[in-house]
């Protein structure tokens, strides 16, 4: 895969492979921490520290998936962390969730199978019971906060936590059985 030789031409000091690889996965990414932090110039100040972090430490990196699937994990932690620092606690690790929808790739069996897995998330969500189908579109595909779900569904906002919780266990368990077991 071309990204994966972005590493060891970067580690060898060859500035015009990390302008490119920059140029390969910054827009992305930056849209990526984005849908996190919902703060442009802090998302992109984080994919550029991220990009600090390979141009200054890729002769001492080992990447054992592909360097799509690194550089989103690396972002997505860095999201959590930053997000740790303003006491923004992901209760219902949405993070996560969101992350099954908007990047198979960060899981490598499932780039492979993407199409599949986007069907199998879709089936799953489709056998929801309606109330907790609603709740989940509410939150996943439209953003709603918790309250608002709650305001528009007529239910509690401990309904809405938990009805997204039950969600994410029952994805998490059908999407990992079939793809691993």
């Known amino acids: 895969m071309k990204e994966n030789l972005f590493l060891a031409e970067i580690a060898a000091g060859d ?28 998302s992109e100040d984080l994919v550029q520290e991220a990009f600090i972090y390979i141009w200054e430490n890729a002769s001492n990196l080992q990447v054992h998936t592909n360097m799509r ?19 923004v606690v992901d209760y219902d690790h949405a993070i996560d969730l969101n992350t099954i929808f908007e990047d198979s790739s960060v899981f490598p069996v499932f780039e492979e199978n993407e199409e599949d897995v986007h069907s199998l998330i879709t089936a799953v969500i489709n056998s929801f019971p309606e109330k907790m189908r609603e709740i989940f579109l509410l939150r996943i595909k ?10 528009h569904s007529g239910v509690s906002v401990n309904t809405v936590k938990t009805q997204l ?17």
């Open 142 to 151: 439209h953003n709603y906060k918790y309250q608002q779900i709650a305001e």
């Open 69 to 87: 699937s690194y550089m989103y994990s690396m972002v997505r932690n860095r999201c959590i962390n930053r997000l740790k620092k303003l006491s």
């Open 15 to 42: 500035e015009s492979a990390f302008h490119s690889f920059f140029n390969f996965f910054y827009e992305e990414l930056v849209s990526y921490a984005y849908k996190h932090l919902y703060d442009q110039a802090e």
């Open 165 to 181: 919780k039950r969600a994410k266990e029952k994805i998490s368990k059908m999407v990992f059985s079939s793809f691993f077991f």
